[in-house]
T-cell receptor, first 113, second 116 residues
């Protein structure tokens, strides 16, 4: 079954520290894309970062990096130097083999001052 | 401004009264999709479309219909809404350029639907 699992319903991090949000996936398709989206309290969905299954290097976008471990089927999001504005819901998503998109249940991140 | 728009943003209706939520994008994207978001379940895909007149079911299509008669529009139709369709609905679009379907999706602002 194709599935995304985010095991951390909520997490706290101190401002300026790094935090890792976990994501594991399951698919039998050899070609897939992995995404992370942020949903602040205002409700909009914001794209953060993408990793392709054939990409050799881990993706990075500013303070966001994706720790991609293909053999373990994990795609954890690392946020460096957390800011108060990073407090939000974070969703991991997968597009296995093309057109369907599967989201995880999300992790709510709280950044403490 | 490149955007995905949804209307209405908020809707309260009664069981069985047909409704349509509109979605429009101005980025000439081929791919469009509808999701519903429920607490503890994340986003679940209802339907998606790869281009005009090409649609397919997502994971939770029961009780919903869609159409894609124009590239920019992808309305979601609830012909007989029920209370279990109370949810936050998102429309999204993305290009399918370069033979890849792995482009990021651009989301609309969401429609909060309550069915009494």
């Amino acid at each position: 079954a194709q599935k995304i699992t985010q095991t951390q319903p909520g997490m706290f991090v101190q401002e300026k520290e790094a935090v890792t949000l976990d994501c594991t996936y399951d698919t039998s398709d050899p070609s897939y894309g992995l995404f992370w989206y942020k949903q602040p309290s205002s409700g909009e969905m914001i794209f953060l970062i993408y990793q392709g299954s054939y990409d050799q290097q881990n993706a990075t976008e500013g303070r966001y990096s994706l720790n991609f471990q293909k053999a373990r089927k994990s795609a954890n999001l690392v946020i460096s130097a957390s800011q108060l504005g990073d407090s939000a819901m974070y969703f991991c998503a997968m597009k296995p083999g093309g057109f369907k998109t599967i989201f995880g249940a999300g992790t709510r991140l709280f950044v403490k001052a | 401004e490149a955007q995905v728009t949804q209307n209405p943003r908020y809707l309260i209706t009664v069981t069985g009264k047909k409704l349509t939520v509109t979605c429009s994008q101005n980025m000439n994207h081929e791919y469009m999709s509808w999701y519903r978001q429920d607490p503890g379940l994340g986003l679940r895909q209802i339907y998606y479309s790869m281009n005009v007149e090409v649609t397919d079911k997502g994971d939770v299509p029961e009780g919903y219909k869609v159409s894609r008669k124009e590239k920019r529009n992808f309305p979601l139709i609830l012909e007989s809404p029920s209370p279990n369709q109370t949810s936050l609905y998102f429309c999204a679009s993305s290009p399918l350029g370069g033979g890849s379907s792995y482009n990021e999706q651009f989301f609309g602002p969401g429609t909060r639907l309550t069915v009494l």
